[in-house]
């Protein structure tokens, strides 16, 4: 939020730096972000004083060129060269002292330096209309009224003060800061409290007309839940026009674009105190009367913006006297019913809407409007008159208006300040500090907070309606430490702690392990949302099929489309490639940790499940372009497999089942197992998902059960064993198998015959030929590697081995042993 330094002065006397004011609030718990200096125009109005000619003489050979001394009040008297024909001496003239940035004739801004003019010092200019940016006039030098002070600077005159713009972080609950008078309101308190000093809020003067005997203009509140209070009046034959300088430089300080007169004033005034402000063209309003009402749902309703919107039955509208929506409440205005320049009569809104229907409306229709944001905080339902009276005043006095009707201000149920009750005790506990009584309703008094049935141990806190967040004891303790301030509160001479046994294996630990090794593999760590569109898996035309009942779904408002909580992590990281994909990025390395949620039922009880994962994504290109050959063009599914593999030997995790699947959403795929305990399912996305996804390239996708990992970490052994001093001896095998057969059947056999000895087996060539091994068979080339780590095998053990491996493959998976010419 932007606050105008200039505009707080309006409220306060202040006497401090911005850097001061800037540790002030701060130190409020309004924390500054920065600040910067806001100048109305880019001549330096602050460096251009008043002055009066004391003597003019023209410079010999010269036809223009006039010899001036100035004088600004300063005590120095200053030679400046004037070429402008209407100089003379005994006036008062605007005079730009050297370092002033100034227009040229052509419009350039340039600095004013001293130089000499034929021979004659000039230690500044006196200035023309165009030269201060003020007019186009070039004719000759501005010439002041004759009673005009020395020493004013052009800015002064003009009115056209520079102003520093502090940017503050307002978190959600200072409702009560996100105006002007609020923030002087805590910088009053401060001053009361660390100052020790009387500080006086300047209050804008109402002097509202009366209204006694004008004719009431007819309003409606049909929901006052959602609209509690509502006033208005009615103010014709004013003229929409371009607002004052004083008022666009005040609007422009603060980020917000001037529109019109009437316009403006509705944002100044939100921006000072806190309260929207809608005012409605009164030619727009049929039947002259308002109405304050929902409409059903699928209404059609043009807004402010050109778009036509579909309104929910729970959105609050501001209808004329034929139901039909002018505004939605204090969220966006419509089309045909704002201020134009056509504009002549208007009905001035100021109202209170229920933070909550405000914020259902504004995210079911993704409207962020500035009305909207103060409205969702929570405005002051005490404060709706005031507003509209000031706001009142400014549109007669800048408008030309005139005030038509008496003020409607319907408020069935007047909303009280808030009592809350605390102990002395509690306070300073939290705090961390005793503090006497007498500073603790100090600082109380100094917030505008009240106090009622005080004893001994406690008291009653009246909370102001504009702070509708301080409702609990702690808000209130909050709110005196803020101002007490924190750094204030003494460090204590002990800290006590607790011992914490961590859980082992760290899931951190693990999780950062796995993160280095895919990172250090060439693969990117993908973050996203936990929140899916439902369509993936429901419907005729799912993408993905579950049931209903699987999901867990989630009420939305903000974004319609993402209405449940991710069942799988494939749509997420396919949203990935199809972003990349269409910016020109196709070779993608993908991995992301993150959460899957589903719905089970168990003995009749439904219950929600929410399971850790890991997901790991290879498509496009196998590498980076090169001059040299590359073994694989595209990334494969062995491509993922050697990930996986490598991963899970990375983090220890070994002695599972490999299991092939031909499941949904696999084209084909392998899952790793103990029993029925999922460590990691991976395959080939099917095609069919690919294409309803809009991927163009196949993608290969690696979903792991991240707590089964951890399990499985945490079942792993480490063992140290010493380097073998004996020989490894190599002996190979060709098998011919029938197809079913996969190379995991062969290595669980084989490590079953012959674990004691057998560290390593490896399938390294694949041959099939019908007219040659017979149709339905292939032949597998596989190589052993044996050890002992007491002696060296000798080739009787070996080939024991070997007829033992062959004799189990031949009688267990039905294999031919090749032999060499066969």
């Known amino acids: 939020m932007k606050v105008s330094l200039n505009w707080l002065r309006d409220f306060l006397d202040l006497d401090k730096t911005p850097s001061e004011i800037a540790d002030i609030l701060t ?11 806001v100048r109305p125009s ?3 109005l602050d460096k251009v004083l008043t002055g009066k000619v004391l003597e003019c003489e023209r410079i010999p050979e010269t036809d223009h060129l006039t010899a001036t001394k100035v004088d600004v009040g300063d005590g120095v008297v200053r030679s400046i060269v004037c070429g402008a024909p209407n100089v003379a001496a005994g006036q008062k003239v605007f005079a730009a002292l050297p370092g002033a940035n100034v227009f040229s004739k052509d419009g350039q801004l340039f600095q004013i330096g001293e130089r000499k003019v034929k021979g004659v010092p000039s230690q500044g200019m006196i ?26 600077t052009a800015a002064a005159y003009f009115k056209k003060d520079s102003d520093t713009v502090i940017e503050i972080g307002l978190t959600p609950n200072r409702a009560d800061a996100t105006n002007h008078l609020g923030v002087a309101k805590d910088l009053a308190a401060y001053f009361r409290v660390q100052e020790n000093r009387e500080v006086q809020i300047h209050q804008p003067k109402v002097d509202f007309p009366s209204t006694v005997g004008l004719p009431p203009f007819p309003v409606k509140v049909e929901n006052s839940e959602a609209c509690p209070r509502y006033t208005g009046i009615l103010i014709k034959n004013l003229r929409v026009a371009e607002s004052p300088d004083w008022l666009k430089n005040r609007l422009l300080a603060v ?4 529109i019109n007169n009437v316009v403006d004033i509705t944002n100044y005034i939100r921006t000072e105190l806190g309260q929207p402000l809608h005012a409605f063209d009164l030619a ?111 549109l007669v006095e800048i408008a030309g208006g005139e005030i038509a009707s008496e003020v409607v201000d319907i408020y069935p149920n007047p909303i009280q300040p808030a009592r809350v009750t605390c102990e002395y005790a509690r306070v300073n506990a939290l705090i961390g500090e005793n503090l006497p009584k007498e500073r603790i309703k100090k600082i109380l008094a100094a917030l505008e907070i009240g106090v009622e049935n005080e004893t001994d141990t406690s008291f009653t806190a009246v909370i102001p309606t504009n702070k509708p967040d301080v409702t609990r004891e702690a808000d209130v303790v909050e709110e005196i430490l803020r101002v007490h301030g924190l750094d204030n509160v003494p460090i204590p001479t002990q800290i006590r702690s607790s011992m914490e046994i961590t859980q082992r294996p760290s899931p951190d630990a693990v999780r950062n392990l796995a993160s280095e090794f895919l990172a250090a593999n060439g693969f990117n760590e993908c973050m996203g949302m936990s929140l ?34 991710r069942p799988t992590m494939l749509f997420s990281a396919l949203e990935a490639v199809q972003r990349n994909q269409k910016r020109q990025n196709p070779d993608l390395r993908l991995f992301e940790f993150g959460k899957v949620y589903s719905r089970t039922t168990n003995n009749e009880q439904r219950t929600t499940e ?24 595209n990334v494969d599914f062995y491509t993922l497999k050697a990930v996986v593999q490598n991963l899970l030997a990375r983090l220890g995790v070994s002695g599972f089942q490999e299991t092939a699947i031909q499941d949904t959403p696999y084209q084909y795929a392998l899952r790793y197992h103990r029993g029925p305990q999922e460590i990691v399912t991976f395959g080939a996305v099917q095609p069919a998902i690919m294409k309803k996804t809009d991927v163009k390239n ?13 399990k499985a970490v945490a079942s792993n052994k480490i063992q140290f064993v010493e380097l073998n001093r004996f020989p490894s001896v190599r002996r190979d095998l060709a098998l011919v198998l029938d197809r079913s057969v996969t190379f995991a059947d062969i290595r669980q056999l084989a490590n079953k015959t012959a674990k004691k000895l057998l560290t390593s087996i490896n399938l390294f060539d694949v041959f099939e030929d019908e007219q040659k091994l017979g149709a339905g068979k292939k032949s597998y080339a596989v190589s052993f590697i044996f050890e002992d780590p007491e002696k060296t095998l000798q080739e009787k053990e070996i080939d024991s081995l070997m007829q033992q491996l062959q004799q189990a493959f031949e009688t267990k998976l039905n294999a031919t042993i090749r032999k060499r010419g066969g």
Not at 532 to 550: I, R, V
């Open 127 to 152: 200035c023309a209309q165009d030269e201060l940016g003020i007019g186009s006039d070039h004719s000759g030098i501005m010439v002041l009224p004759a009673d005009t002070p020395l020493g004013i």
């Open 27 to 37: 130190s409020l718990g309004l924390e500054v972000e920065g600040w910067e200096t």
């Open 532 to 565: 899916s569109d439902s369509t993936y898996y429901l419907g005729d035309g799912a993408t993905l099929p579950f049931e209903k009942e699987q999901l867990v779904f989630i009420h939305n408002s903000a974004n319609q489309g993402l209405d449940c909580l």
């Open 284 to 394: 727009e309003i049929k039947g002259l009367k308002i109405l304050v009402k929902t409409l059903p749902a699928g209404t059609p309703f043009k807004t402010l913006d050109e778009v036509e919107r579909k309104l929910f039955a729970e959105d609050l509208m501001i209808c004329d006297g034929e139901s039909t929506p002018m505004c939605i409440g204090g969220v966006f205005g419509g089309f045909t019913s704002g201020v134009s320049e056509k504009t002549t009569d208007i009905f001035l809104e100021s109202a209170y809407f229920d933070p909550k229907w405000i914020r259902r409306s504004m995210l079911r229709h993704g409207l962020r409007t500035d009305a909207a944001w103060s409205f969702e905080k929570g405005v002051d339902p005490n404060g709706c008159r005031h507003a509209l009276e000031r706001a009142a005043q400014l």
């Open 42 to 44: 880019p001549v330096d």
């Open 610 to 633: 929410e399971v850790a994962r890991l997901s790991i994504l290879l498509t496009g290109a196998h590498s980076a372009e090169s001059w040299q050959p590359a073994a694989k063009k």
């Open 255 to 258: 980020g917000q674009r001037p």
């Open 698 to 710: 196949a993608v290969f996708f690696a979903d792991f059960n991240f707590e089964n990992v951890l």
